[in-house]
């Protein structure tokens, strides 16, 4: 099993990046799929997730900005971030899981600084 994120980088406040996690060993399209995020010092925290029915949620401190999107057929999960804020700064990950499994992928590094 693969989950391989890309898409992270340096960006300027006020500045969007899009985060892709692509699969490999798993049925994609049954498992929910999520994002974390943990900053230098902090716990991991879930950012977004979506079901395999595509329902989405996402924590309080990114809703209106963050979307989560998932396409079944490239077997890929997306989060689109706009309007970053420098406590966005964090290595975000990836995680699918399905019946009591759980995988995740290396993460990606977001930076977000003038």
């Known amino acids: 099993v693969q989950l391989q994120a890309s898409g992270g980088g340096l960006v300027q406040p006020g500045g969007s990046l899009r985060l892709s996690c692509t699969t490999s060993?798993?049925?994609?399209?049954?498992?929910?799929m999520a994002w974390y995020r943990q900053a230098p010092g902090a716990q991991r925290e879930v950012v977004a997730t979506?079901?395999?029915?595509?329902?989405?949620n996402y924590a309080d401190s990114v809703k209106g900005r963050f979307t989560i999107s998932r396409d079944n057929a490239r077997n890929t999960v997306y989060l689109q971030m706009n309007n970053l804020k420098p406590g966005d700064t964090a290595v975000y990950y990836c995680?699918?899981?399905?019946?009591?499994?759980?995988?995740w992928g290396e993460g990606t590094q977001v930076t977000v600084s003038s």
């Open positions: 060993g798993i049925i994609f399209s049954v498992n929910a």
């Open positions: 995680h699918a899981s399905h019946r009591g499994y759980n995988y």
């Open positions: 979506i079901t395999s029915r595509s329902d989405t």
